[in-house]
Every structure is written in C-alpha cells, then in structure tokens.
C-alpha cells in the first residue's frame, strides 16, 4: 500500500545529506525521507566535514561565511556539539600553482573576516593555518541529526532496506521493506548516492570519478594541527581523539598510500588500523555542481568538498524556493548542463597530481 | 631434576630455575588422551627466552615448552597480567639476529629447539641496561610466570613478518588455505583432477579442530578421516603441503604467507606468496571469548586451545580447573582433562536448561555441573599464582551472590565466529546473524570458494562434502549436495551466544572483546560526569571508536553485543578495521621542490577565467614605496573598498624583469596607462599606479585588429576600429612591439589622442550567465541581457574625471614580449570564426559528447518513459591495494 508521497526523498549518508533533510523538514516545511545508512563511528569516515576549503572564488567564502554560523547554531539546538569542534586547520602548498592558488584563497578569506596566517616557509612548501574553523566528527554527530531528523518527522530509509527508481522526472519510487513510497524530487547528496543512482551518461560531463582511499593508523605523534590538507599530493589527515590520524588519499590506492605515508614521514614505524577504497566524486573545473543530472531532473549535489555540510542552508532554501538573490545567483552558476559557461566560475581543483 | 618425569607440582611451589620441565605437563601415564601427541618426552630440550630458561621437549613450540615451563604471562596491559596465548604471543627474535626485526618468530608456530638464546621483539628493542634488569627479573617467582612486557594502549600486538618482502613465490592451480577436514578434502579432490594444489595449515598438525569436536552419530572418527585424506593426499605428486605456515593477506589471486623453517638446525621465518587463480578458505572457526572482568588473566584459557595443548602437547595450567561455556562440545575437554587427573570443580553452563550427551557423560563421570551461570569476573589469586573465578545467575546480577573458586586454568567456551578476516581482506561481504549473534559471510567472489566451519558447516561429513563443493564450484562443476543433519535440539542443545557479564562498576578489570591480537576493551557504559568549575564545556564522550588499532571479526561480533557497533555497520566496519596492520611506507614523492611563481608567467590561471569579466586586460601594478605584492593581492578601485567582492582584479604574479609590485589581471574597461588604483595588502590597501599593460585578455569574439597594435595602444587601437589594419597579429604575439603610435581614428568618431583625453572605447557584449564579480565598468546598459551570440559593439560612457595623481611618467621601452600560448598567438580571425577557449572548458568539452545535460528549451516531457537505473556502472572498479585488498565489496562485485 503507497504512503503519502513525501517531496524530497535525500539520497545520501553524509552530515550534508543529514542536515538538508532536516533543515527541508523544519525551516521550509517539506515531507522528506532520508535514504542513506549509518556511519558509525567504528567507520572509517570518506570525507571530512570543515569549514574551510581551497577556494579562490569571493562568493564562495562569502556564503560558507553566512551558512556556518547557521549550521552551528542548529547542531547546538539539536545537541550536537558532541561533534563538533574547532580547531586551526592548515592547507601546505608544495607547488607553484598551488601555492599561488592558497594566496588566493588567503586573500579572499582574509578580506571576508577570516584569520589566515603564513606559515613558515621551508623546501617543503608553505603552509596557511586558518584560524577557528568548525570540524564535525561524523561519528558523534549522527547520532544527535537522526535523533532530530526522527522528532521532526523525516522519513529514515536505510539503504540496506531500499531500492529506489530516479525517473527522469526527477521523482523517485521506493520499495522499502516492502512498503512502496514516492517522493516528487530527489536529491542526491553525496557521491554514493549519484555513483549508486546514476549511470555515466546521466552524470554531468564536469564530474570526474576518482578512486580514494581511507586509512586510520594506529597511535602516532601528534600532527602540526588538528586537520592537515595537502593540496599536491591529494591527501588530508586529520588527528583523531584515540592518538591515530585518519587520512584520505585521491588517486590510484598505491600511490595514494604511499602519499599519506609521505605526509607523515618522520613519526617512527607507522602501522595501519584500518583501510577502505572507495570511489569519490569531484568536479573537473574545481567549482561545486548543484543542479539537475544529464536528462533528468534529480537535483546533483557534487564538488562542494570538505565544506558541504555547512553549504546545508543554503541549498535546503534553494530547494525550497526560498534562496537569497546571492544565493541563487551563486548555485545557478554553478549548475550541471552548463558547459563551457562553468569556466567563469572555475576555481582550483587541486595540485599537481603527485605519483608516489 | 632436568629430564625426570615427575608428577603435576602444585601450583605455588617455588622452583629453581633448573627444574623439571614438567610444570605444567599432565602425566604420559594414565587411561587418558592428554599425553601430547607432539612431543617426545625422551628427548628433552632447553632454551632461553628472555632470560629465563624454558624446558620443554622435540616436539613442543615455543609456545607450548613456555607455558609448561610455568610461563604463562605474555606481560600485562594497562597495569594487569596479560595470558600468553596461541593468539597472542610477542614475536621473538634470535639474540645474534635482532637488528632485523622482519627475522621475527612467531611463538605459537615455532619449533623449540635446544640451545636457542630467544628475547621478544619488545625487549630487543630496549637499552642494554634494560635487558638486564629483565633478566634479573626473570629469575624472581613473579617473573618466571610472566614476561616482562608493557603493551601499549593502543595498536596491536606487532606482527614484523607482515612486512617482509616475499622471499619466493609458488604458483599453484588451486590454494587452499586450511588443513582442517574441509581443506584436505578441497586438496584431495583437486590434486586427483591433476591440478597444482598447495595446501597451507598454520598448525603444525593437520586435521584442525576435529578432534576436538569428535564425531557425531555413526560418523567414522576424526582421526580416521584425517588420516584417510592424508594418506591419500600425500600420495599424489601434484599436491604440496605446507604446515607451520600462517596465511595473513589475500588479495586477487595472491596469498601472502608467513612460513617458519629449520635453517642448519636454526628456525627461520620466511616471506612468501603463493599465487592461484582458485583458492578454497577452509581456515576454520575462532571461539569466542565471553566477555568479563579479568578475561584475559594469565589461567584463562579458549576451550578448544586449552584441548589442543593438552592433546598435542600434554601441557594443562595447573590441578584445578573450571569451565564457562555456552556450547555442548566444551564440556568434551575437562572429561578429557579428568581423566588425565585434573580436578575440575566446576562446569558452568549459561544455558538455562542444556541436553547433551556430553553433560550426560560429564555427569556420570561425577563433574560438578551448574546451568544458568555464567562468569561474573577472575581475579589474580595471589602471589602464588591461580585465579579467583566469580560466576553468578543472570538473577543474581547486582545482588552480590555469586559463587567463587579458587583454580589454576579456567577454561571458557564462548561459542564461534567463523574467521572471516581473509575474506573480507578479498573484499567479501558478510552479514550479521542476530540469532547466532556473529557474522557470517555473504555472496561470492571471483576465484574463492569457502569450505568447512567458515562457510558455517558443522559436522565432520558436512565439512568434507564442503571441501569437495568448493572445488566443483571453483572449476564451474555441479556442486554436491551438502547434507549436515544435527542432533535434535530436544537433545542436543544448541549453542547459545557469546556470554557478556552485566557490567558491575565494582569490579575494576580489564574486560576484553577477543582473546586476539587487538586489546580491544569492552568500554565502560557513559557515566554520568559532573562538570567542573574550570571546564568551559562537556568533554566529548570517548567511545571504543576511538581507538586507533585494528581489530579481530571476533572483536567487531563482541563490539555488536556490547552494543557498540550497530549490527548493520558490522560487516563494513570488519572490512575496513579487520586488516593486516602493515606498516604505511613513506614511498617517497616524485614532484618539483617549491618555486616561486615563474616570473615569465603572463597568463592568470584558469581559475581566474571570468572572475573580473569577460574582458581583462593584464597591467603591471606598482606603488611608490616599491613593494613587491604577493600573489592574491586582490585590486580595488580605491582604499576604500575592502570587500573581496568588490575586486576589479587580483595579482596573479610577480612583476616581470625584477621590478616591483605585481601582475594584476584588472577587469575595468578603460583603464589607461598611470592610472591609480589601489591592491589590498595584508594590513593596507595600497595606492597602485598601472604600468605597461602586455595583453588584453578576451573570451568573446573580437572585431578585426588593428595592423599594427603596440602594447600601450588604447583599447579602440587594438581592437582595429581604424579599419586599416585586419590581420594582423595583436602586439604581445612574439613579434617586436613598436613604438606607441598615436591614437587612431575611429571610424565616425572624433580623433582623439592619448595624451588628452581617453579614446572612447568600445567593449564586447558580455558572456550570458556571468557569475562572480564580473566588473563590466562603463560597461553598455544592454550587456545585463547578454544574449547574443555575435559581438555587439556597444558605446561606453566617457569615463569619469580622473582623480589628482601624478603625471603619467613617459613610455618606457616595452620589455621583449613574452611567449604567448598557442590559440592566442595565432592570428586573429575573423570575428566569426571559433576563439581559443579557456583551457578549464577544453577539459569539459573533451569529457564527452557535447550534449546538455538538459535541452536548451526545457526539460524532458513528463511522460517521457519510466527509466529504471541501472546501478552498476560499466565504469570498471580500480583494484584494491596489494598488501590489504580491503574494498568496496559492491563495487568490487561491480
């Protein structure tokens, strides 16, 4: 028997996906079920969730300026702090397109209000520390965002449970457990979702399919910061409460592997407590993409990188039909299907690809 | 006493480093099975092992001669006694050879060999000085009993073998990995096809925990059957076997093996991999460890260990023994150990209301039996060694009733897990069992069959057949039918689930998930923590996910029960965390040392494409107190506008030929030579004047060029308004830049020179959909509507009066042009004709067939066809890396 048929049904596990239905559901009103599966917090994360990004683009900084206080004050609401913390993240540049595009990105971030220091110089490239930027511990997080999503009526599909038709429409059809149920627009919020929904003809020609790795090591000496991203060689670490580094690592899994064993050189005999290879996808020209997939009219969200949770309010209103003129302005430029055009909204999508 | 037997010594009894070798060592005499089926008790042997001397017989392990030498401590955790176990024992090292750790034993598999100086991979790595304070320590009655290691608290027990280099590899037609029933079956019926096979057991001994389990019904006994395969097996040419080798990674076709060796009398370990296009897992089951206080204290032994050291060893902990169990089987090891003398006190079963012909048979040998009583803690004894055990009802948790027995090996049966680590290594699926409460292997993977108790068989015939069904399917054969009848449960009653004590804040002891290499401790339940006056905020809640080590399937099974892993997460998270903890190498990466921004560089990065407009002219940009500006410095208007969204342009480079200041890309129309500006510095906005233009940079077509276009004409000359000069190449092309002519007529317009006034200027209809901060300045009312495909020559407003500056300085000579890229150095063409697109936007195009995502006039219809998606994706699935093989098992399904 068919329930009432919800209006967004948001394909995704990630914090992003987590607070979009949420924020469809309470801000703007919406019935939305949420298809994804849990992260516990003994997985190994495929992403990190921080408010801050290597990006050139003013408008960029300026919404993410505007969205993260937002975000911070509805985790505080719903008892997520547990997740949440801040810290000084560093971006190291070891090239010169990359350290020119960081003094970019210094720049802009700097002109909006944001502390951004240089670090010293070395043979090892440059480093910028931003000051107090919020990190959300998926783990401890999710717990507090289902408890909210379930108290506010949000439909909790799990993906184990589910299979689910996108039509071309851009509304979706779901078996789960043996109830069939419709929602009118679908969205996908992470890249499992659009590699598990989308074939490569449906997928934006401006989105790339990488291969990435995950690994957790055991106990080691602290890292220079809590969150470390190497721009050239592809890699981020993260420095986790039981004294292990969570890192991630673009490219072939080899090389991967061997780049985050280069990121953290000089620590003695460094041992693996966990590994996943997995599939990610970014965008070719390094500008996000929130828009409809290739012939057919699912909402994509992809290439928002390592901020998109804090992007959260910004697309729920965009969905919503209650965007700012700015934001419309920025997500319309930065829609699928748009060509050779997404070239004038284009940012640095990360430095030369180092093989290990 | 060397080399005399003599009876069991109670435990306590103080010996002298030269006693008898027979501490812990039931009786060769007697009606009983426990005599060591291993050893040979006329060929004693001694070593030493950090220090202490280790008497045991040809025959023993390592492992085996340690404990009955009394050792039965592997160190201790967090402060208390760890066990020395066959799944946990320090890699030991040759003192002559311990420079090179990857040369590291492990105990469990180790042969004992007379006159071996051994010290553990722990101690070998600490000061000489202390070494010796081991040794000294070795020698007082604490030490004997236990070595003096500290684990850390995180990461595992350090396997050095894992990353040692493949010193040789075997090709095979067929690996198996296991030489239990399943696995000698798999072997036999291969080998008889006439394929390569290479069975590869851990053990020293084949048959795995057959006999263990003994035979049910009217089956043919263990030892039968294994004898019957063996013999079979080793008459065949084709099959090889290999015991006393540890598989520990599997990865496409590839198994990675640790052997152990007798080199010149010497044991050795060797790096191998055995490569296969089949394999059969027949690696068998681990029992559980329940799950209390103190579990892992030296005397508390696995079920089945504890009957494979007496049984092949003949080595038992100790007089008085006591059994925990949730299985029937469990009870077949202390009648054992009965009849060998031992007194057991106590059997312990956590079922409520258990049939077996094993209780029957406990019963009538006069062992002690209780039922719904599970182990609430142990304790150490004393000094004199021995376990103080608690065991309590499920009614009388909390209440303080409970029984206490005072014994020397406790031996615990928490039921199974098949061990599933390879397979989820080859990127298998798994799903949880909420009856059985473990998890169990799921779907299929290329060129691996799994056999035996992995595949979840139980009885002996059962595990033969499924050896035998393995093959078949592996060489795309009819598979058998398995029949694996069991004993009704009105008589047999099953397993029940690994026991979990109730948490009691009372007792202060380490309570383990796992007898296995991971410390992996049952986190205690979220206390609630008054916050102190000093703490600005709660401290976040530290979970078991916390921990940086890997861990055991068998951990993530007690990490469900325990309630800290969602059921559903557990087959991902034994994926992702149950892998071979190798070493992460620093491989070493190949890229350019840092260097500054190439001072030849003319051409702002593609990511500034369309930042400042469709129409950007590149200036030097300089202020009179002759700093350098960084790259980023962003341009404004004036002082005054600090936004970064108010930006007419960026430094993209370093100034050209020393100078100072920087390379600005400026998106306002006009600008003219000595015009101010102002560039945001870290601290200040800094008045800037503009210097030498090089090059425009446009995106849109453009009118034909002037012929002969310097670099300093204003805009109207470059663009070829004069009509005079079609064809000819812009100035900044390569060729010499000439002098700056004067300004040139345009055509129905007044003539104009430089010097007085700015040349009106024309400018290009702007991109459609321009994003960012686009700075059109002076730009014609009609660019907001951006639709037209062609050029439109748009009339632009005089520019205002300029503010007071300096006099422009006179022209100085033009640096040599730079290079300029391909597209742009061509010669102009006609308007109609293509323009070179931004490099970002030749990527997009060669990514795939030019076509929209959605049509230009809409969306699809709404009654276009259902499209059911297809989820997998032709896109093939990059392998997993070599040394873990953990992936994505979807995708690897893919």
Redesign the interface.
């Known amino acids: 028997m068919a329930e009432d048929p919800y209006e967004f049904a948001i394909f995704g596990s990630t914090p992003l996906a987590g607070l979009l239905a949420g924020l469809l559901a309470t801000e703007h009103h919406k019935r939305v079920c949420l298809v994804g599966?849990?992260?516990?917090?003994?997985?190994?994360p495929r992403g990190i969730d921080i408010a801050a990004m290597p990006a050139?683009?003013?408008?960029s900084?300026?919404l993410l300026k505007q969205t993260t206080p937002e975000v911070v004050r509805l985790l505080g609401k719903i008892r997520g702090?547990?997740g949440m913390?801040h810290i000084d993240p560093v971006f190291v540049?070891?090239?010169?397109?990359s350290?020119?595009?960081l003094?970019?990105?210094?720049?802009?971030a700097?002109?909006?209000g944001y502390e951004v220091e240089r670090l010293t110089?070395s043979?090892?490239?440059?480093q910028f520390r931003l000051r107090d930027a919020v990190l959300l511990?998926r783990?401890?997080l999710e717990p507090a965002v289902l408890a909210w999503l379930a108290k506010e009526g949000v439909g909790l599909l799990?993906t184990?449970q589910t299979e689910a038709?996108?039509?071309?429409?851009g509304s979706a059809s779901i078996e789960f457990s043996g109830r069939a149920i419709e929602a009118q627009h679908a969205v996908l919020a992470d890249d499992a979702a659009i590699?598990?929904?989308?074939?490569?003809g449906?997928r934006?020609?401006?989105l790339?399919?990488e291969?990435a790795?995950?690994?957790?090591?055991?106990?080691?000496l602290p890292l220079a910061a809590t969150a470390m991203i190497y721009l050239?060689?592809r890699v981020t670490l993260v420095r986790?409460?039981?004294?292990?580094?969570s890192a991630l690592g673009l490219g072939?899994?080899?090389?991967a592997?061997?780049?985050?064993?280069?990121c953290?050189?000089g620590r003695g005999?460094?041992?693996?407590?966990?590994?996943?290879?997995?599939?990610t996808i970014d965008t070719?020209?390094?500008a996000p993409m929130v828009?409809?997939?290739?012939?057919?009219?699912a909402t994509v969200l992809a290439g928002l990188g390592m901020s998109a949770a804090f992007f959260a309010p910004a697309i729920a209103r965009l969905l919503a039909g209650a965007a700012t003129e700015a934001e419309r302005?920025?997500f319309?430029?930065?829609e699928?299907?748009?060509?050779?055009?997404?070239?004038?909204?284009?940012?640095?999508?990360g430095g030369?690809t180092?093989?290990? | 006493m060397r080399g005399r037997w003599s009876p069991i010594l109670p435990v306590g009894r103080q010996l002298k480093p030269r006693a008898t070798p027979l501490l812990n060592r039931l009786p060769a005499e007697g009606e009983h099975r426990l005599k060591g089926a291993e050893i040979d008790r006329g060929r004693p042997l001694s070593f030493r092992l950090d220090g202490r001397e280790i008497h045991g017989f040809a025959g023993d392990t390592l492992l085996s001669a340690a404990i009955a030498s009394g050792l039965t401590g592997a160190g201790r955790h967090q402060g208390e006694p760890l066990a020395l176990d066959e799944r946990f024992s320090p890699a030991v090292l040759h003192r002559g050879g311990m420079h090179d750790r990857l040369n590291a034993l492990p105990m469990a598999i180790t042969p004992a060999v007379g006159g071996l100086d051994l010290v553990t991979l722990e101690q070998a790595g600490r000061p000489a000085y202390q070494q010796r304070l081991e040794l000294l320590r070795g020698m007082l009655p604490a030490g004997r009993r236990r070595l003096g290691i500290a684990y850390?608290?995180?990461?595992?027990l350090?396997s050095p073998w894992f990353d040692a280099v493949a010193s040789e590899a075997i090709d095979a037609d067929l690996a198996v990995i296991g030489g239990g029933l399943a696995g000698l079956s798999a072997a036999l019926v291969a080998a008889r096809r006439g394929e390569r096979v290479v069975l590869v057991e851990r053990r020293q001994w084949l048959g795995g925990d057959a006999r263990f389990f003994g035979s049910t019904g009217d089956e043919a006994p263990p030892d039968e059957v294994v004898a019957g395969l063996l013999t079979a097996l080793r008459s065949l040419p084709n099959a090889t076997i290999l015991t006393r080798t540890e598989a520990f990674a599997l990865f496409e076709g590839t198994v990675r093996l640790t052997r152990v060796d007798i080199d010149a009398g010497i044991p050795v370990s060797r790096a191998l991999k055995l490569n296969a296009p089949r394999i059969v897992l027949a690696v068998g089951s681990l029992e559980r460890l329940p799950i209390f206080p103190g579990n892992r204290l030296p005397g508390v032994v696995g079920s089945v260990a504890a009957f494979h050291r007496a049984d092949r060893f003949g080595v038992w902990i100790g007089r008085r023994a006591l059994l925990s169990t949730a299985t029937s089987v469990g009870y077949r090891a202390v009648m054992q150990a009965r009849d060998a003398g031992v007194d057991v006190l106590r059997v312990a079963d956590t079922r409520l209301n258990p049939q077996s012909r094993f209780i029957e048979f406990g019963k009538a040998s006069g062992i002690p039996q209780a039922r719904d009583l599970r182990a609430a803690s142990a304790a150490p004894a004393g000094r004199r060694g021995g376990l103080l055990v608690r065991l309590e009802h499920d009614a009388e948790v909390g209440t303080r009733q409970h029984e206490e027995f005072t014994v020397e090996q406790f031996l615990v049966a928490g039921g199974w897990q098949p061990d599933l680590t390879l397979w989820h290594m080859a990127g298998g699926s798994s799903r949880w069992n909420a009856g059985e409460q473990r998890l169990e292997a799921e779907g299929r993977l290329h060129g691996i069959a799994m056999a035996g108790s992995v595949a979840g068989w139980r009885n002996g015939a059962a595990c033969v057949a499924s050896g035998q069904a393995a093959v078949a399917r592996l060489y795309s054969r009819s598979v058998p039918e398995i029949r694996d009848p069991q004993i009704d449960a009105i008589y047999e009653t099953p397993d029940h689930p690994c026991p979990v004590a109730a948490f009691d804040p009372s007792v202060d002891a380490n309570a383990y998930l796992d007898g296995g290499t991971s410390l992996a401790l049952r986190p205690a339940p979220p206390r609630r923590r008054r916050r102190g006056l000093w703490e600005l905020?709660?401290r976040?809640?530290?979970?078991?996910?916390?921990?940086?080590?890997?861990?055991g399937v068998a951990d993530v099974a007690a990490?469900v029960q325990v309630g800290?892993?969602?059921p559903?997460?557990a087959p991902?998270?034994a994926?992702?965390?149950c892998?071979?903890?190798?070493?992460?190498?620093?491989?070493?990466?190949?890229?350019?040392?840092?260097?500054?921004?190439?001072a030849a560089a003319t051409e702002p990065?593609?990511?500034?494409?369309?930042?400042f407009g469709?129409r950007t002219t590149t200036w030097l940009v300089e202020a009179a107190d002759g700093r350098a500006f960084?790259?980023?410095?962003?341009v404004h208007l004036n002082v005054d506008s600090?936004?970064?969204?108010e930006?007419i342009g960026?430094v993209?480079?370093p100034a050209p030929g020393g100078r100072t200041g920087g390379l600005a890309v400026i998106g306002k129309f006009p600008l003219a030579d000595g015009e101010m500006l102002a560039v945001?510095d870290?601290s200040a906005a800094i008045p800037v004047r503009l210097v030498d233009p090089l090059k425009p940079t446009e995106e849109r077509p453009r009118l034909v060029p002037p012929p002969a276009a310097p670099a300093r004409l204003p805009m109207a000359a470059i663009l070829g308004l004069d009509g005079a000069t079609a064809k000819q190449p812009i100035a900044g092309d390569g060729g010499p830049v000439p002098e700056a002519p004067a300004v040139p007529t345009e055509p129905e317009r007044a003539t104009e020179t430089a010097a007085t006034a700015p040349a009106e200027a024309l400018s290009v209809m702007p991109?459609?959909?321009?994003?960012?901060?686009?700075a059109e300045v002076g730009g014609n009312e009609d660019a907001a509507t951006g639709s037209a495909p062609e050029p439109v020559i748009a009339r632009e407003a005089s520019p205002p009066d300029a503010p007071a500056m300096l006099p422009a300085p006179e022209p100085e000579p033009a640096p040599e042009a730079p290079s300029l890229p391909e597209e742009a150095a061509a010669t102009v063409p006609e308007a109609e004709a293509p323009v070179p697109?931004?490099v970002?936007?030749k990527?997009?195009?060669a990514?795939?067939p030019?076509?929209?995502?959605?049509p230009a006039d809409g969306?699809?219809p709404?009654d276009?066809p259902?499209?059911?998606?297809?989820?997998s994706?032709?896109?093939t699935?990059?392998?997993?890396?070599?040394?873990?093989g953990?992936?994505?098992g979807k995708?690897a399904a893919e």
Not at chain 1, 252 to 255: A, F, H, I, K, L
Not at chain 2, 152 to 156: F, K, L, Q, S
Not at chain 2, 866 to 871: E, G, K, Q, T, Y
């Open positions: 599966e849990t992260t516990s917090a003994f997985r190994l050139t683009r003013p408008e900084w300026a702090r547990p913390r540049a070891e090239t010169a397109e350290v020119d595009a003094s970019h990105m210094r720049h802009v700097m002109g909006l110089e043979e090892g490239g440059i511990h783990g401890r799990s184990h038709t996108i039509r071309r429409d590699l598990a929904h989308l074939d490569v449906e934006d020609r401006t790339r399919v291969t790795t995950a690994l957790l090591t055991e106990r080691t050239d060689r986790g409460q039981g004294g292990g580094v072939r899994t080899e090389d592997i061997g780049r985050i064993g280069g953290l050189a005999p460094l041992r693996r407590a966990g590994q996943r290879i997995f599939r070719v020209d390094g828009g409809m997939a290739r012939g057919m009219r302005a920025y319309s430029a930065r699928g299907g748009r060509g050779n055009a997404r070239a004038l909204v284009a940012d640095f999508a030369a180092v093989e290990a | 850390d608290e995180d990461g595992a350090p905020k709660p976040a809640p530290w979970g078991m996910a916390d921990e940086a080590r890997p861990l990490g800290e892993i969602p559903d997460d991902i998270v994926q992702e965390r892998i071979t903890p190798g070493d992460i190498v620093d491989a070493g990466s190949k890229f350019p040392l840092h260097t500054p921004t190439s990065p593609a990511y500034l494409a369309g930042r469709t960084e790259v980023g410095c962003l600090t936004n970064p969204g930006a960026v993209f480079a945001k870290i991109a459609a959909g321009l994003a960012g901060n686009g697109m931004p970002v936007a990527a997009i195009d990514a795939g030019a076509v929209d995502g959605a969306p699809p709404l276009a259902l499209v059911r998606l297809d989820a994706d032709p896109q699935v990059p392998s997993p890396e070599p040394e873990s953990n992936s994505d995708l």
